[in-house]
């Protein structure tokens, strides 16, 4: 069932991302093996026997992964020499015990009243948070990602997905079954499990409008969520193809240091991106000139940056409105110096 794509969708748009490592999946792997109880999985039947993961998806995906080969069994305790073993290296009687293996599941059916599928998609979300409000906490992203699943959502994950934005942020690139499906390398890259890749191009559309900003950075991206969770997918796709433009011209102007700091680390700072990005989309009509001028901007930039008051700004000082205002002021003057070079 769980390869049964059409049966079973292991990834609804309200559940976070797989997030567990090898160490998680083979302990998941060796319970099993021992025979040990597992808790239940909760199923959604959105449609006659048709089923989305409520609660779970955690552990299906440790074992799809692992019957597909895709990781290695380690830090067993009881079954010490299958560490380092994929599925496919076990003895065959081993095999086919884990193929005998069942999880149990409790189906959780659409009540008949619910004829909206707004009250539906909300029933679900609800029902998800419930189920996973003992366990790991969520964080803002994934709240958001679960409560205001809209077109725009769904742009948010299709910009954070592209090459572009992977190859510039250090994560591996789209995989293809990918979400029910992710490799390890994948999984534990801590800005795509988290979901802080589609956060930081939250903030981009969030801070587009300084005049929104109220109450504090959380407030005002679920405050952003919230408006724009009616925008058509036509106005999304201008968007995307806004930000995508956007982030092309910073790459080629930046290359491979785009939004990176000084010094040995050479992390990248999503403060200094956001005030980047909204910088060039401020004088994107001049994108030929940025591009002519790029050793200035990048020598400018690099002076900012040395500069101790202005590195504070920019890096440390928090997310006040009247600091992000200051960090942006900053940026944005440099760029519009390098136009009238």
């Known amino acids: 069932m769980v390869n ?21 999946n083979s ?7 021992l025979n040990i109880p597992i808790p ?19 552990r299906l995906n440790a074992v799809k992964t692992f019957f597909d080969d895709l990781f290695l069994l380690e830090d067993m305790k009881k079954w010490r020499e299958l560490n380092g073993r994929k599925f496919s290296d076990l003895p065959p009687k081993i095999q086919s015990g884990l193929r005998r293996r069942s999880l149990s599941a409790v189906i959780i059916l659409t009540e008949s009243s619910f004829k909206d599928q707004t009250d539906v998609m909300e029933l679900r979300q609800y029902v998800f948070e419930r189920l996973n409000s003992g366990g790991e906490q969520l964080n803002a992203q994934e709240i958001r990602n679960c409560i205001y699943d809209s077109p725009f959502n769904k742009m948010l994950i299709r910009i954070a997905r592209s090459r572009l934005f992977t190859d510039i942020w250090g994560i591996p690139p789209k995989e293809k079954g990918e979400p029910q499906l992710v490799s390890p390398e994948l999984a534990k890259n801590q800005l795509y499990s988290k979901m802080k890749d589609c956060e930081i191009v939250l903030r981009y559309f969030a801070l587009s409008n300084m005049e929104n900003f109220t109450g504090g950075m959380k407030l005002t991206l679920d405050s952003c969520m919230i408006s724009m969770k009616t925008t058509s997918e036509e106005k999304c796709k201008i968007l995307e193809r806004e930000y995508m433009d956007v982030l092309e011209i910073t790459r080629d102007i930046y290359r491979e240091n785009v939004f990176r700091l000084p010094g040995k680390s050479g992390r990248r700072s999503v403060p200094l991106a956001d005030a980047i990005l909204l910088a060039i ?17 990048i020598a400018e930039t690099e002076k900012i940056l040395s500069d101790k ?32 070079k």
Not at 4 to 24: H, M
Not at 281 to 297: P, T
């Open 4 to 24: 049964d794509k059409a049966t079973l969708n292991i990834a609804p748009g309200y559940q976070r991302r797989p997030r567990w490592n090898n160490k998680q």
């Open 27 to 33: 302990h998941l792997i060796e319970s099993i093996l």
């Open 40 to 58: 239940p999985i909760f199923l959604y039947e959105h449609e006659f026997a048709q089923y989305e993961v409520v609660d779970g998806q955690q």
């Open 281 to 297: 989309r401020d004088v994107f009509d001049h994108a030929e000139k940025l591009k002519k001028n790029r050793e200035y901007i």
């Open 309 to 340: 008051e202005s590195y504070q700004t920019i890096v440390k000082r928090g997310n006040s409105k009247s600091v992000i205002e200051d960090r942006l002021a900053i940026i944005n003057n440099l760029f519009h110096q390098a136009v009238k």
